[in-house]
């Protein structure tokens, strides 16, 4: 009954941490580019040419001036002389801008005649020094000066990919091995008494496929959402409100898992059961990511899902529990609870 209480209590707490982060969220400004789009509606007659023609380029381009960008790659050059200079071919120098400097847009200028690139953006670093770079060479080199678009950029990055395939294979096959050898605890296998862990990794299967979903058929909408994020899904176009959601699913699912594994095995083995979890979440992520890019992941992820909870529901009718309070058992014997015999 305490144990229980305390679930209850966790899971409370978890809601209220949730509702308060999405409220105090409510208050961070407003994506920009939707105001002024809405507000061209009523005033366009009073717009100059230019400014329309900025509104026109936030809305496409998901950024206009006064954004703030940090450098990702480890360098980045811009270039000192006006960008009709180098279209030109007129003698130009440029300098350097290393990783992690914060910049912010000052200009925008479109050069038709440059068969590179139209889009020239000019930025001020940190030091007040101006720089211009083509548009596509800029954003393959910063991301939007945001924890969230970083996070979003570094899980986005190849060699990332690549790091979190080797090493969920490397677990996973580890964890197998051990599971065959000690009978150790892991997810699917020989899992615990809850249903929390295997509802985690569906999650987490479910939230990879639908977020390789929107960028496949939505690809503008994640842009914009990758410009201006947000962890409040409340005011989100529909995608990107049921992605968010799953996303603070996982966290508080996360926390029951934990709860129920503390709860369920001592402390050394509930450290390798987490850790056998994560890498499960880790290779559903990598497998379920980047399979729906080519429409495989639909079809597995049903799979998935059916195996899943056919596996849980094998297992748990193997559980044994006290005839006198209904605690489960490893085996048959003394309750430990309440002292019964079981035979």
């Known amino acids: 009954m305490r144990t229980n209480n305390y679930i209850g209590k966790l899971l409370v707490t ?17 994506n920009p580019s939707r105001f002024q789009l809405k507000d061209t ?7 100059t040419a230019q400014q329309q023609d900025s509104i026109n380029f936030a809305h496409r381009h998901h950024y206009s001036e006064n954004f703030n960008f940090i450098v990702r790659a480890d360098t980045l050059f811009l270039l ?4 009709e200079e180098h279209v030109s071919e007129m003698p130009t120098d440029s300098f350097a801008v290393s990783k992690g400097t914060r910049m912010v847009v000052a200009d925008i200028r479109i050069i038709p005649d440059d068969p590179t690139d139209t889009v020239w953006v000019q930025l001020a670093t940190e030091q007040l020094t101006f720089g211009w770079a083509h548009e596509s060479r800029l954003l393959s080199k910063v991301d939007p000066d945001d924890p969230i678009s970083q996070f979003i950029s570094l899980f986005s990055d190849k060699h990332t990919l690549i790091f979190l395939v080797v090493i969920s294979l490397i677990a996973v096959t580890h964890l197998v091995i051990r599971q065959r050898r000690q009978r150790a605890k892991i997810v699917h296998f020989n899992d615990i008494p809850s249903f929390y862990p295997t509802l985690l990794v569906l999650i987490v299967a479910a939230s990879a496929t639908f ?7 939505a690809p503008d909408m994640w842009r914009h959402f990758y410009f201006h994020p947000s962890l409040n899904p409340f005011g989100q176009p529909l995608l990107i409100e049921i992605f968010l959601l799953s996303v603070w699913a996982m966290l508080i699912v996360g926390l029951a898992v934990v709860d129920d594994t503390l709860r369920c095995l001592r402390a050394a083995e509930a450290l390798l059961y987490l850790l056998g979890v994560a890498a499960v979440c880790a290779f559903n992520y990598i497998v379920f990511s980047i399979s729906t890019l080519y429409y495989i992941g639909y079809p597995l992820l049903l799979a998935y899902i059916i195996v899943a909870v056919s596996i849980y529901q094998r297992n748990s009718s193997r559980q044994l529990v006290c005839g006198r309070c209904g605690a489960r058992l490893p085996k048959k014997g003394r309750c430990p609870r309440c002292g019964a015999v079981n035979e």
């Not at 978890?14 to 407003?30: N, Q």
């Not at 509606?41 to 717009?47: F, N, S």
């Open 14 to 30: 978890a809601t209220v941490l949730l509702l308060s982060i999405l409220s105090s969220a409510c208050y961070r400004e407003h």
């Open 41 to 47: 509606l009523y005033v366009a007659d009073t717009l």
């Open 80 to 83: 000192r002389q006006q960008p």
């Open 211 to 217: 977020y390789a979903s929107i960028q496949l058929f």
